[in-house]
């Protein structure tokens, strides 16, 4: 890959208007008071005066809240089934500003996507977005992406990574399709100034991480309070079983499917579900969750147990949404420090 | 216990996962007042030829408009000139199946999971035991059994039902109570004026029955609290966890392993499973019951 | 008194009725994880009691929990909870016998955002925010900007019909009178009156967009007690459970609806909703409406039945 390279503060609207030629470019907007990935309004870079992070995790652009799978006719011979026009037709996306966790976010929820039988929708969608992503300079008192194996210019996730220099950005390629995009903008060789000034940035962000918990060895001290019915208990006494932590975490992708049928024309959807949901298992004869501290059991150990046995990564950021928006504060990273150590083998 | 998911043969619509099959409905038989068996075929010419699942599989199966359920296959992939799947009108998705009439569309998206072991059952003596509707997954692998019945031992079956009125697949009944080769115990929970036959829960009938541990695989397949009694009179046996295969059903929607609901611990009934040994569940199973 | 004295009685008496085994657990405020934030307390450990805490920041309606809740339980109520207690005991979901209602009168409560807004800082930016009286002093980057507090209260708490509890068995600290801004606290509503019905329409659909039906506000209400939710059913499917934002409008409206004569204006909905969606311009408009039609607010007053599920033949029809 070629080297770094710099964007200058004032070239960047240009850059993305450039890039709005072969791309529609998703950048942060404000609605409300919610800050939301949406299409650039192309008019300028003033989302970089307040944005730090948005409010609903990025994954929503390739992992909506809710979308078609397919429609269906009732004809005279019998039903019809009509796939949507298949996502390679169109434009690709650049993720504009996204964060080094919500990008690799993004490379933990592919895990389950990819292995065994492929997710269509998810994965065209993965595949048509490019992520430019924006290492972290005001970190939130909730982040804890360092104590989760990540931390805010982490590009392990990212196409291309910038880092303010002071000035401008530095642009650094992480893939080789972020090279092709940074090779193909025209843009200056970096300085050793603008390393100099990135590389500062760099840790001054780490050392804005104030939220820290001993990741090490949480599998095994969840599996051996799996039991533990009075640990869960007081851990989920003041959760509301709402979908807040879930829907706005980056790592949780759980769906539900349903049907609608309106006279001879109808649609699956597939949209957002949650585990804390009480509805979420229910079945006909019986509820296996059917108790709110299973349910947080649930949530607990499938992020930091089960995804690690089966993936080998936790199923986490430390992004710290779940901490900032619960409406009750509940907060996992003081349930996992809470953890009892594991039992001894 | 689990079969080489590298092995499973897959049908996939278009390429694409979700989209189901279109299948006829050919037969409808009555088993009890709320449990239907359904007897359908592809429309696609080149899928009725080249369908084929193992026994212990499921399906997705669609009512369009109203939604999609997960049900095992319960004929038996030794007879292929229909596909046949049983469910309890229940909810939803159920109800709308059972006002289904022959001639009906319905869509089928399968088959996934994985299947009952028959590498580790062949030359073993087998006992199935089954409650209600949990004969229709045991009676695919027991039909598949009987028709290679060179490769099997001997071949128990100690089935139950609430009352005579709920017993379901009574032509499987009477045909393996007729081979010579099956030990065939039919019980019912209660007493009741229509039976002469046997009396007790199935796992106290299994007890008296005694089947011998020895050289033997044990398929349970029931209702949750009957499965939950079954193990433990099994265990009473000499029956060890290993020895001991069930299916479990849970709460599914995508049956794929994606959209998260159907896990115990960090398997997936729809992926892992459905069917498993007790000896790989009972760690999450005793605190998720 | 301050907020530290009450803070103490509070600790006081809770810790006591645990010891003395005259409640099975106490259900309070503690400090929250973040900045200006607290957090349901659950206990039955007496020594928990130490971490009670009593500030403008207690804003979650912890009646919200007691249904279903068994045993006996020592709750610590503002006024607008005391209503949500009572409005529970009318609907038989909680007895008064087993509950231990420790009120505390509320001057009412900050609002964080507001705070965020007036100052162009957000909440981990802050250094301090307190409360003397009718001011508000903000600390950031070293700087005190003092504000007064009808500007940063939440907008039902300039609404407040009961500051201080009325049903309670202790009360902690003198009763307090609202900062009342009753304007103010219908301003939005006010918007939406004075917009065009196409101009409304438009408003709700952009608003509703932004829905992920994560049922915060649902969950987090205390008049929201059934066990099976109208949207869980799916046989009749009332509500596609998909976040399309017709589903969306149309949830929340029949929510809306559910809880007439139950809501108390308590706020907690609007505050739970990650999305920032105006629902008390929905429910205040509703509470307003049961106010006018049958002279009727939820929680006042432990006597009468429940509003909408009591007949008397001699009722108007229409």
Redo the contacts between chains.
């Keep these: 890959m070629a080297g770094n390279k710099k964007i200058g503060r004032k070239d960047l609207v240009k850059l993305l208007e450039k890039w709005s030629q072969g791309f529609t470019v998703f950048a942060p907007s404000r609605?409300?008071?919610?800050v939301?990935m949406r299409e650039w309004d192309g008019k300028d870079s003033g989302f970089l005066e307040w944005y730090?992070n948005s409010?609903?995790p990025p994954k929503d652009v390739v992992l909506p809240?809710?979308e078609k799978?397919?429609a269906?006719h009732?004809e005279k011979d019998?039903?019809r089934?009509e796939?949507p026009p298949p996502q390679q037709q169109q434009r690709r996306r650049l993720l504009f500003g996204i964060r080094p966790c919500d990008a690799r976010a993004l490379t933990i929820v592919d895990l389950?996507?990819k292995?065994?039988?492929?997710?269509?929708?998810y994965l065209a969608r993965r595949q048509g977005t490019l992520l430019v992503g924006l290492s972290c300079t005001r970190p939130?008192?909730?982040c804890f992406c360092t104590s989760v194996g990540g931390g805010p210019s982490d590009a392990s996730g990212v196409d291309v990574l910038l880092t303010g220099t002071g000035d401008g950005y530095l642009a650094e390629a992480a893939t080789p399709a972020g090279g092709e995009l940074l090779d193909s903008a025209g843009l200056e060789d970096a300085s050793p100034a603008d390393e100099a000034g990135a590389a500062e940035a760099k840790k001054a962000a780490l050392a804005g991480i104030t939220r820290k918990i001993d990741s090490e060895g949480l599998k095994d001290r969840l599996l051996s309070c799996?039991?533990d019915?009075e640990f869960w208990e007081?851990a989920a006494?003041?959760c509301?079983?709402?979908?807040?932590c879930t829907?706005?975490c980056p790592t949780c992708?759980?769906?539900?499917?349903?049907?609608?049928?309106v006279g001879e024309q109808?649609a699956?959807?597939k949209?957002?579900?949650?585990?804390a949901?009480?509805?979420?298992?229910?079945?006909?004869?019986?509820n296996?969750?059917l108790e709110k501290w299973?349910r947080v059991r649930?949530k607990v150990?499938?992020k930091f147990?089960?995804?690690p046995?089966?993936f080998g990564v936790m199923g986490c950021v430390g992004c710290g949404r779940c901490?900032?928006?619960c409406?009750?504060?509940?907060?996992i990273?003081?349930v996992l420090e809470s953890l009892p150590p594991a039992a001894e083998s | 216990m689990t079969t080489d998911?590298s092995q499973r043969r897959?049908f996939?619509?278009?390429?694409?996962?979700?989209?189901?099959h279109?299948a006829v409905i050919e037969k409808i038989i009555d088993e009890t007042p709320a449990v239907k068996t359904f007897h359908f075929n592809f429309?696609d010419e080149k899928l009725r030829e080249e369908f084929t699942f193992e026994s212990g599989q499921f399906a997705e199966y669609?009512?369009?408009?109203?939604?999609?359920a997960p049900f095992c296959i319960s004929s038996s992939p030794t007879r292929k000139d229909h596909l046949e799947f049983a469910m309890?009108r229940?909810?939803k998705v159920t109800n709308a199946l059972h006002r289904l009439g022959v001639g009906a569309?319905i869509?089928l998206r399968g088959p996934y999971g994985n299947s009952f072991p028959l590498d580790v059952l062949q030359g073993k003596n087998l006992v199935f035991v089954g409650g209600g509707i949990g004969l229709a997954p045991l009676r695919s692998l027991i039909w598949n059994v009987v028709d290679n019945r060179g490769r099997y031992g001997k071949i128990d079956i100690v089935y139950g039902a609430r009352s005579p009125a709920d017993l379901c697949f009574k032509y499987d009944l009477d045909a393996w109570e007729k081979d010579g080769s099956i030990g065939m115990v039919t019980t019912i929970d209660r007493e009741h004026p229509d039976w002469t036959g046997k009396v007790g829960l199935v796992p106290k009938v299994l007890e008296e029955v005694g089947p011998s541990p020895d050289n033997a695989v044990a398929i349970v397949c029931g209702?949750?609290i009957m499965i939950r009694f079954t193990f433990p009179s099994l265990a009473k046996l000499g029956f060890t966890p290993e020895q001991m295969i069930t299916t479990l059903?849970?709460?599914m929607?995508?049956g794929?392993?994606?959209?998260?609901?159907?896990?115990i611990?960090?398997l997936y009934v729809c992926?892992d499973g459905p069917v498993f040994s007790y000896a790989q569940i009972k760690?999450?199973i005793?605190?998720?019951? | 008194m301050a907020d530290i004295d009450i803070e103490q009685k509070l600790r006081q008496e809770a810790r006591g009725l645990l010891e003395q085994g005259k409640v099975d657990r106490i259900l309070g405020y503690e400090a929250?994880?973040?900045?200006f934030?607290?957090?349901?307390?659950?206990t039955a450990d007496k020594d928990d009691t130490e971490r009670l805490v009593v500030n403008p920041f207690v804003v979650?309606n912890l009646s919200?929990?007691l249904t279903g809740m068994e045993g006996k339980t020592g709750i610590v109520a503002k006024g607008c909870d005391s209503r949500s207690i009572v409005s529970l005991m009318q609907d038989r979901k909680v007895a008064r016998e087993n509950l231990v209602i420790l009120g505390i009168p509320c001057p009412g409560l900050i609002d964080v955002?507001k705070v965020e807004v007036l100052l162009g800082k957000?909440r981990?930016e802050l250094e301090d925010i307190s409360r003397e009286g009718d001011k508000v002093t903000v600390t950031a980057a070293g700087k005190k900007t003092e504000l007064p507090l009808a500007k940063v209260l939440f907008d039902n708490c300039l609404a407040c019909d009961m500051p201080t509890p009325e049903e309670y068995d202790v009360l902690l600290g003198e009763p307090q009178s609202p900062v009342a801004d009753p304007a103010a606290s219908r301003a939005g509503i006010e918007e939406l009156e004075a917009m065009s019905p196409e101009q409304r329409w438009e408003f709700w659909k952009?608003?509703f967009s932004?829905c992920?039906?994560?049922?915060?506000c649902?969950?987090?209400c205390p008049a929201c007690f059934c066990q099976?939710c109208f949207v869980?059913e799916t046989d009749p499917q009332w509500v596609?459970?998909?976040?399309?934002w017709q589903d969306n409008l149309i949830f929340q409206l029949i929510r809306t609806i559910h809880v007439a004569g139950r809501c108390t204006d308590c706020g907690?909905c609007e505050?739970?909703c990650?999305?920032?969606?105006?629902l008390r311009s929905l429910s205040k408009k509703m509470y307003d409406m049961v106010d006018e039609l049958f002279h009727y607010r939820a929680g006042m007053d432990r006597n009468p039945e429940p509003l909408l599920t009591a007949y008397e033949a001699s009722e108007a029809e229409d």
């Design positions: 609605e409300n008071g919610e939301l730090r409010t609903q809240p809710m799978m397919f269906f009732k019998g039903y089934i796939e389950p996507f292995e065994g039988y492929e997710d269509p929708y939130y008192d909730s799996f039991e019915r007081k006494a003041k509301l079983s709402c979908g807040v829907f706005f992708y759980c769906f539900d499917i349903n049907d609608e049928m109808g699956r959807f949209s957002w579900d949650s585990c949901f009480s509805v979420y298992t229910q079945m006909p004869v019986e296996p969750r299973r649930q150990c499938h147990e089960f995804y046995m089966n901490i900032r928006l409406p009750v504060n509940w907060d990273t003081r | 998911a897959e996939p619509a278009g390429g694409n996962v979700y989209l189901p279109i429309k669609s009512v369009f408009g109203v939604g999609e309890q229940v909810g569309e869509g209702p949750p059903e849970k709460r929607k995508c794929i392993g994606k959209c998260g609901r159907c896990n611990g960090n992926r760690d999450f005793s605190s998720e019951h | 929250g994880s973040l900045k934030t607290t957090t349901p307390l659950v979650n919200a929990f955002r957000e981990d952009g608003e932004r992920t039906r994560c049922y915060a649902r969950n987090a099976r869980e596609l459970p998909v976040p399309r907690n505050r739970a990650p999305a920032h969606i105006p």
